[in-house]
């Protein structure tokens, strides 16, 4: 499963037979336009909106018959484009991952990170669902340009 485009990434590949490792991150460069001091120090929206999407992802793998077992890995790092921009990236493996499991994630994650980051600025704002990467990618530049 693989969702990637310039603002977040969500991206789950194998590790083994076994295992899955499950890799995000948020571009803090391309939200800054969106959170610009919206926050106070230390609680960047983008950042603690995937920690909270990620403990959210961890029950859904719970729920869905699969483990998550939290690691300190190198896996993901070739996910981030290297550029100037500034990431912040998060991963888990997943015992017993299902294609399903992945389709699920894929279709939550995008919408509900930019909720949890929208309502923690107090911003009201229809967040559009089940959108492509570069679909949410362009709806996320206009909403730049909004804010």
Known sequence: MEYINNFMY????PVDKQKHI???????TKFSPITKGRHRLGQNPAVKGLQTLNNDI???VIENKANPETI????CQQITPLNEDLWYTESFLIHNYSQQLGEKIEKFAPSELLRKMLRAMLINENIPENLSSQEFQTYLYSLAEKL
């Open 22 to 28: 499950y890799c995000s991150g948020v571009n803090l």
């Open 10 to 13: 969500f991206v789950i590949r």
């Open 58 to 60: 961890r029950a859904m």
């Open 72 to 75: 300190k890995n190198l896996f």
